[in-house]
């Protein structure tokens, strides 16, 4: 298994583009295969968790041509997949599972899904309750409400669904199942999540609305659908890879990065929320927005970071960056609190017990909380071997840290950034 030497030291000074989008590249990929004709994606993320959609959807009768400058899907309508010929492999990827359960409650065949042991023990009760309610029965074959998961479709009922977690993933679910019911389906959260799904079913031809309510609870509702309309779908750069070398420029110093083209829909945003509470120099320019996207080219300075709370209504539009910003806040001067984030142990890895042990290990004063995590800032970090657990998030978070740490560090495991970010470590190497 791959280790990588991490060497402090250096200013990271140019410019880069980051991959595709990951949550907007899965959604293409399946709106793209449920839609008539053909949608062109470009600036796809090639990355393994999106490899994995892909494959399903081929094993589902899609014809998916992988071309140097952009992906086509061939749709086959909204009723068009076939039966797969077998077990569907979601690997290491919870949007695979989650949001392909929605498609594949509404379908008329059975289908079975499973992933790697992460993907396999994280909670899939979350959407078989709602799908469930909805007339399709799924089964946790192992009885512990993980995949792998078998999935009898039903007549699908609209429901309202009030959904006791803030996640896309559940939303999508239920409202890609929604496209196949009778009637209208609505799914509450109590705070509101990231929204690609209802900006992408919008572009594709399906009757959306979403209300924001007092108090940041919010509703989304989608119509029965008769066909969607494939589209021509631009990715922008995923401001969860950005978020890294975001936090290299600020951490280290004498750093000016600008990175190109990053997605900054505000349900996604939220990091950039929190470096600036933070303390941190950052502009963005060149904005513009396709296909309800927003996105912009982010400049980013070596800055002298305070502590801050993070909680409540910002935690789901910055739920994959909590990693990298405990990373920042251990470098940073004062206390951060990080609460309400209790998503965070239902993760690739239990997040709150991986970066509390990568923390400590280098040397920062961090306390787990039920949910999130308590850090001393100030702590000078010293380099050390860190265990990602094959969660890519964690790598890369502690790769950052080595940078800005004395001494060097060693990411077990590094080769797991490819679920998100496969030239994660080569775009280090150039700009160090
Ligand atoms: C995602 C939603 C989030 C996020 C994940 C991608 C999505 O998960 O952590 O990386 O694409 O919808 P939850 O819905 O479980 O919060």
């Given at each position: 298994?791959?280790?990588?030497?991490?060497?402090?030291?250096?200013?990271?000074?140019?410019?880069?583009?980051?991959?595709?989008?990951?949550?907007?590249?899965?959604?293409?990929?399946m709106?793209?295969?449920?839609?008539?004709?053909?949608?062109?994606?470009?600036?796809?993320?090639?990355?393994?968790?999106?490899?994995?959609?892909?494959?399903?959807f081929?094993?589902?009768?899609?014809?998916i041509?992988?071309?140097?400058?952009?992906?086509?899907?061939?749709?086959?309508?909204?009723?068009?997949?076939?039966?797969?010929d077998?077990?569907?492999?979601?690997?290491n990827?919870?949007?695979?599972?989650?949001?392909?359960?929605?498609?594949?409650?509404?379908?008329?065949?059975?289908?079975?899904?499973?992933?790697?042991?992460?993907?396999?023990?994280?909670?899939?009760?979350?959407?078989?309750?709602?799908?469930?309610?909805?007339?399709?029965?799924i089964?946790?074959?192992?009885?512990?409400?993980?995949?792998?998961?078998?999935?009898?479709?039903?007549?699908?009922?609209?429901?309202?669904?009030?959904?006791?977690?803030?996640?896309?993933?559940?939303?999508?679910?239920?409202?890609?199942?929604?496209?196949?019911?009778?009637?209208?389906?609505?799914?509450?959260?109590?705070?509101?999540?990231?929204?690609?799904?209802?900006?992408?079913?919008?572009?594709?031809g399906?009757?959306?609305?979403?209300?924001?309510?007092?108090?940041?609870?919010?509703?989304?509702?989608?119509?029965?659908?008769?066909?969607?309309?494939?589209?021509?779908?631009?990715?922008?750069?995923?401001?969860?890879?950005?978020?890294?070398?975001?936090?290299?420029?600020?951490?280290?110093?004498?750093?000016?990065?600008?990175?190109?083209?990053?997605?900054?829909?505000?349900?996604r945003?939220?990091?950039?929320?929190?470096?600036?509470?933070?303390?941190?120099?950052?502009?963005?320019?060149?904005?513009t927005?396709?296909?309800?996207?927003?996105?912009?080219?982010?400049?980013?300075?070596?800055?002298?970071?305070?502590?801050?709370?993070?909680?409540?209504?910002?935690?789901?539009?910055?739920?994959?960056?909590?990693?990298?910003?405990?990373?920042?806040?251990?470098?940073?001067?004062?206390?951060?609190?990080?609460?309400?984030?209790?998503?965070?142990?239902?993760?690739?890895?239990n997040?709150?017990?991986?970066?509390?042990?990568?923390?400590?290990?280098?040397?920062?004063?961090?306390?787990?909380?039920?949910?999130?995590?308590?850090?001393?800032?100030?702590?000078?970090?010293?380099?050390?071997?860190?265990?990602?657990?094959?969660?890519?998030?964690?790598?890369?978070?502690?790769?950052?840290?080595?940078?800005?740490?004395?001494?060097?560090?060693?990411?077990?495991?590094?080769?797991?950034?490819?679920?998100?970010?496969p030239?994660?470590?080569?775009?280090l190497?150039?700009?160090?």
């Amino acid at each position: 298994m791959s280790v990588r030497k991490i060497t402090p030291g250096n200013h990271l000074r140019g410019e880069l583009t980051v991959p595709g989008d990951k949550s907007i590249s899965h959604r293409a990929v399946m709106l793209g295969s449920i839609a008539q004709g053909t949608t062109e994606i470009t600036n796809f993320l090639t990355g393994a968790d999106c490899l994995s959609t892909i494959r399903c959807f081929r094993q589902m009768g899609v014809s998916i041509e992988e071309r140097p400058d952009c992906i086509l899907v061939h749709g086959r309508g909204l009723r068009g997949l076939t039966a797969p010929d077998g077990t569907m492999n979601t690997g290491n990827s919870g949007t695979t599972t989650r949001l392909m359960s929605g498609i594949l409650a509404g379908q008329r065949f059975s289908s079975l899904l499973s992933g790697d042991a992460s993907l396999n023990s994280r909670p899939m009760k979350r959407i078989m309750d709602p799908l469930g309610q909805m007339g399709a029965r799924i089964i946790s074959v192992n009885g512990n409400g993980c995949a792998p998961l078998s999935i009898q479709p039903g007549d699908l009922h609209g429901i309202a669904y009030t959904s006791p977690v803030a996640s896309a993933q559940v939303k999508s679910a239920v409202l890609l199942a929604g496209l196949y019911a009778d009637g209208e389906t609505s799914v509450t959260e109590p705070v509101l999540s990231r929204n690609h799904t209802e900006l992408m079913l919008q572009n594709f031809g399906a009757y959306v609305m979403t209300a924001l309510h007092p108090g940041g609870s919010a509703t989304a509702y989608v119509e029965p659908c008769q066909e969607l309309y494939g589209q021509q779908v631009f990715v922008p750069g995923d401001i969860s890879s950005a978020a890294y070398f975001i936090a290299a420029a600020l951490l280290t110093p004498d750093s000016e990065l600008l990175i190109k083209n990053v997605g900054t829909n505000f349900t996604r945003a939220g990091f950039l929320k929190v470096c600036e509470a933070m303390g941190a120099d950052i502009t963005l320019v060149n904005k513009t927005i396709e296909g309800g996207e927003p996105r912009a080219d982010i400049l980013a300075r070596s800055s002298a970071l305070k502590g801050t709370v993070i909680e409540g209504e910002l935690i789901p539009t910055l739920i994959d960056e909590l990693p990298i910003l405990a990373v920042m806040a251990a470098l940073a001067e004062g206390t951060t609190v990080i609460r309400d984030a209790a998503e965070l142990k239902v993760k690739e890895t239990n997040r709150i017990d991986t970066v509390t042990a990568g923390l400590a290990t280098m040397g920062a004063h961090v306390t787990p909380t039920e949910d999130g995590m308590i850090i001393e800032g100030g702590s000078c970090l010293t380099g050390a071997r860190i265990q990602s657990h094959l969660d890519h998030r964690i790598a890369m978070a502690f790769a950052v840290a080595g940078l800005a740490a004395h001494g060097e560090t060693f990411i077990e495991d590094s080769q797991c950034v490819d679920v998100s970010y496969p030239e994660f470590f080569q775009t280090l190497d150039q700009l160090a």
